[in-house]
C-alpha cells in the first residue's frame, strides 16, 4: 500500500462513525465511506502535502452524503422491526450505562447539523477551522452550532425539555418572518 493509502487508512474509524451519524444505517455508511475512500484515492494528486488530510477525507464524505443522499433521496427512514417492543425493553441498572443511553437519545434529538459539530468537534477532537472547511460553513457558524447543541444537551439530559422540544430548532425573528436558526 502506497504512503498516502496507510495515512487514509489511519482515519476510516473516524470516518465510518461519522458516516453511522449521517445515514443512521451501518450498511448505507460503509458504502459512503467506500465512496469517499474511492474518490480520495482517485484524487490523490488534489491533495497538498502538509495540510489536514483529516479534514480533506471529512470534507469529501459530507460533500458526498449531500450529494448521494440529500440531493437525490437515496436513503430512506428505517424503521425497526421490533419497534412494536421497544416498550418491554428494562432499563439497565448501572448508573453509567442509563446516563450513556439518555445522552445517546438526546444526541439523537438534535438536529442534524448539530450532530455534525458535536460529533466532529467534541467526539473526533477536530478543530473548528477544520470542521467548518468539512462542512463548507464559516468558523463562526460551527461555533454557533456547537453552542447550541451544548446548551440543547444539556437542557435535554436535565429534563427541561419534553422529546417534542429537543428536536426542534429554535426559531429566531428576523425583519418579521421566522427563520430556522
Not at 479534514?55 to 422491526?81: C, D, E, K
Not at 463562526?140 to 429534563?159: E, P, Q, W
Request: glycine letters at 6%.
Amino acid at each position: 500500500m502506497s504512503e498516502f493509502g496507510v495515512m487514509v487508512s489511519e482515519h476510516i474509524p473516524n470516518l465510518r462513525r461519522y458516516a453511522r451519524v449521517l445515514v443512521r444505517d451501518s450498511v448505507h455508511a460503509e458504502d459512503l465511506v467506500q465512496d469517499c475512500l474511492e474518490r480520495a484515492i482517485s484524487r490523490e494528486h488534489l491533495w497538498r502535502e502538509g495540510t489536514n488530510l483529516r479534514a480533506w477525507l471529512f470534507t469529501i464524505l459530507h460533500n458526498l452524503y449531500i450529494n448521494q443522499y440529500l440531493r437525490h433521496g437515496s436513503v430512506g427512514t428505517m424503521v425497526p422491526l421490533l419497534d412494536e417492543h421497544s416498550h418491554l425493553a428494562v432499563p439497565p441498572r448501572q448508573y453509567h450505562s442509563v446516563t450513556l443511553k439518555d445522552l445517546a437519545r438526546a444526541f439523537d434529538r438534535l438536529p442534524e447539523q448539530e450532530q455534525q459539530v458535536v460529533l466532529m468537534i467534541g467526539l473526533d477532537g477536530m478543530q473548528y477551522e477544520d470542521a467548518a472547511t468539512a462542512l463548507g460553513v464559516p468558523m463562526g457558524t460551527v461555533k454557533s452550532r456547537l453552542s447550541r447543541a451544548r446548551h440543547r444537551l444539556r437542557r435535554l439530559m436535565d429534563g427541561e425539555l419534553t422529546a417534542d422540544e429537543g428536536h426542534l430548532p429554535e426559531v429566531r425573528q428576523v425583519e418579521g418572518s421566522p427563520r430556522k436558526v
